[in-house]
Nanobody, 127 residues
Framework: QVQLVESGGGLVQAGGSLRLSCEAS????????MGWFRQAPGKEREFVAG????????LYADSMKGRFTISRDNAKNTVYLQMASLKPADTAVYYC????????????????????WGQGTQVTVSS
């Protein structure tokens, strides 16, 4: 079992920055990959970024490349999402998720392959 708690969301002006955090508890954090997803009102939940258990491999959705950075601190059981140059289109609830599969060797973008989810944190970008 894995429990995930996000924090760091809020209201920011366009062009601003935010850093989201997701603290994990339960299973050994350094054994599994992590991802960030987001869901805007009326839209599907979409992949934002993912990071391997070691942190050496990362993956981003095309629209986030160059603006968002995912990282993790296994000593703190925490994964981060640094967001810069935010746009109103980035407004959404952001969720972190854990992929505990021991057989998957790459970071996945597929929502159903993540096993545990946090409750989400709201990010609102004003124009």
């Amino acid at each position: 079992q894995v429990q995930l708690v996000e924090s760091g969301g809020g209201l920011v002006q366009a062009g601003g920055s935010l850093r989201l955090s997701c603290e994990a508890s339960g299973r050994t954090f350094s054994y599994y990959a992590m991802g960030w997803f987001r869901q805007a009102p009326g839209k599907e939940r979409e992949f934002v970024a993912g990071i391997s258990w070691s942190g050496r491999s990362t993956l981003y959705a095309d629209s986030m490349k160059g603006r968002f950075t995912i990282s993790r601190d296994n000593a703190k059981n925490t994964v981060y999402l640094q967001m810069a140059s935010l746009k109103p289109a980035d407004t959404a609830v952001y969720y972190c998720a854990a992929d505990i599969s021991e057989s998957r060797l790459v970071v996945t973008t597929i929502r159903s392959e993540y096993d545990y989810w946090g409750q989400g944190t709201q990010v609102t970008v004003s124009s």
